[in-house]
């Protein structure tokens, strides 16, 4: 008689227990936040503890892991300037709006603070790489000429390429007057780009034009959903005085900043890779402005 091999399922039929299985996965990357926390009248919000926090991802409570009132971490800011032909008249207005930026914050916060220069028109250049050195920024803001077509999408995410390999804090300034024309990079690409380096985007659209007619309403639609979503903010000024004022919300915003974490824990999945996540207080009337998600892990 032939020995028989009891328990032995064979490729076919191992297969399909194992598909039988539930699969669980353990998640063990870290979420950050950065959060900036406003009142009704928007006036920013201190003193928040840990527990008055509430964090879901993809509507599943999660435990805050981490938590720093408005936290120290060093900050690395990518200023994208858009250097392309529409831009001439107010380049120069904007170049001495972000020098006096630049000098405001290297003289408060955390000394290991840093910024980088990056110009894009038709392409993308690196005119200066991250330093705390005002004269480094403002040399490479001179000569600048306003020429060719506009690669917003590969400039967003360029910095934010750039953005990844830095320690602390990740901030994009982008000053532009308008939306893309001429990027290889899509949109989605360069949202996704953002999100996977945790770069919080703040965009300063100098409208060249105030009626809507001849406006690149799209363009400008894209750069507020590139702030809003990675937990920044938009502002439409004019050159000059409401400039200068836009560069200073931005400072106070990041000198402000909570930091959260969390460890995702018994996320539902769905077929979207994005995962939705809320953040809110305990406390009625205070609004949470930090990212909207992150990229992550979708159901088969």
């Not at 690669?151 to 967003?156: H, P, T, V």
């Amino acid at each position: 008689m032939k020995p028989t091999r009891r328990g032995f399922l064979g490729v076919s039929g191992l297969a399909a227990w194992c598909q039988q299985q539930p699969v669980f996965r353990m998640e063990v990357k870290l979420v950050r936040l950065l959060a900036t926390v406003k009142d009704a009248s928007g006036a920013l919000a201190g003193g928040l503890t840990k527990a008055d926090f509430r964090i879901s991802d993809n509507g599943a409570p999660q435990e805050v892991a981490v938590f720093e009132q408005h936290t120290e971490q060093p900050l690395s800011v990518a200023i994208m300037l858009d250097i392309s032909g529409s831009t001439a008249k107010d380049l120069k207005y904007e170049v001495d709006s972000l020098q006096r930026f630049a000098k405001a914050l290297f003289g408060s916060g955390n000394p290991k603070d840093q910024a980088a220069l990056f110009t894009f028109n038709h392409d993308v250049a690196r005119a200066s790489a991250f330093t705390r050195r005002l004269s480094v920024l403002e040399k490479g803001m001179r000569g600048l000429k306003a020429e060719a077509g506009t690669s917003l999408y590969d400039a967003i995410l360029l910095g934010a390429d750039q953005l990844g390999t830095r320690d602390g804090r990740r901030v994009m300034i982008v000053v532009t007057d308008g939306g893309d024309t001429t990027s290889s990079t899509s949109y989605h690409g360069a949202l996704e780009g953002a999100h996977r380096n945790d770069a919080v985007i703040y965009s300063i659209l100098v409208v060249p034009i105030e009626n809507d007619a001849g406006r690149n309403i799209g363009g400008e639609h894209a750069l507020e959903q590139f702030a809003t979503g990675t937990g920044g903010k938009v502002f439409q000024p004019t050159v000059g005085v409401p400039l200068d004022k836009a560069f200073d919300s931005i400072l106070r915003d990041l000198r402000t900043q909570y930091l959260l974490g969390y460890y995702p824990k018994n996320v539902p999945l769905t077929r979207n890779r994005f995962h939705t996540v809320k953040v809110e207080t305990a406390t009625p009337g205070l609004r949470v402005q930090t990212r909207s998600g992150y990229y992550g892990d979708s159901a088969p």
